[in-house]
């Protein structure tokens, strides 16, 4: 079936400095892939997404490219702030009702 | 635009109660319905998903149960509570269609058996 792995932290990085969080999946057919945050205490929010090959989605200073060759569709922000302080999760969706969700990265930001 | 609740935001049960939370959706119709757990500081359970009124499909065999009486409402019930049943219950929905996965999630309720 189809899986999604990302790294599974905690990450904690000081203001201003860049963050990378890695996801790669794997699936059958064409998948859409996700991400979306989760503050404490709050529901997930869909953050950014791509639905085909070397789509870039953005939100909010966030980045993420769909690479078809390496499976991968990593999150990157050139600049966390202390707010982005939260949980993130990777999640591909493909030919089914499903969602397939990675883990959950947390990621603390200190001042 | 289109908007989920979920109610209510905590509660605090005893073991062996009852349970009915309650998830509704305004501004969409025919959605695809999720009911997901997660436990603390772990990732999301898949508990039971509905593409209809009173369709269900359940993910996990154990003590709890969902209904979708009408078709932006979605409840998820247990006749008896245990202990493993604490965490926090995330309802989400998505709209009916070809390459729509996206799902949106609501508030959560927060569910701690004593």
């Known amino acids: 079936g189809d899986s999604v792995t990302q790294m599974e932290g905690p990450v904690t990085l000081s203001e201003e400095a860049f963050l990378t969080i890695n996801c790669t999946y794997t699936a059958t057919g064409y998948p859409s892939l996700f991400w979306y945050v989760q503050y404490p205490g709050e529901g997930l929010q869909l953050l950014l997404k791509a639905t085909k090959a070397d789509d870039k989605g953005s939100n909010k200073g966030f980045e993420a490219t769909y690479r078809k060759e390496t499976t991968s569709f990593h999150l990157e922000k050139g600049s966390v702030q202390v707010s982005d302080s939260a949980v993130y999760f990777c999640?591909?969706?493909?030919?089914?009702?499903?969602?397939?969700f990675g883990k959950g990265t947390k990621l603390s930001v200190i001042p | 635009s289109q908007t989920i609740h979920q109610w209510p935001a905590t509660l605090v049960q005893p073991v062996g109660s009852p349970l009915s939370l309650e998830c509704t959706v305004e501004?969409?119709?025919?959605?695809?319905l999720y009911w997901y757990r997660q436990a603390a500081g772990r990732g999301l359970q898949l508990l039971f998903y509905s593409v209809g009124i009173g369709q269900i499909s359940s993910e996990v065999p154990q003590n709890l149960s969902a209904s979708r009486p009408q078709d932006r409402q979605f409840i998820l019930s247990s006749k008896k509570l245990l202990l493993s049943d604490s965490g926090f219950y995330l309802c989400a929905w998505r709209a009916q269609g070809i390459m729509k996965y996206e799902q949106y999630f609501g508030p959560g309720t927060r569910l701690t058996v004593t």
């Open positions: 501004g969409t119709s025919n959605p695809n």
């Open positions: 999640a591909a969706g493909a030919g089914s009702y499903q969602l397939t």
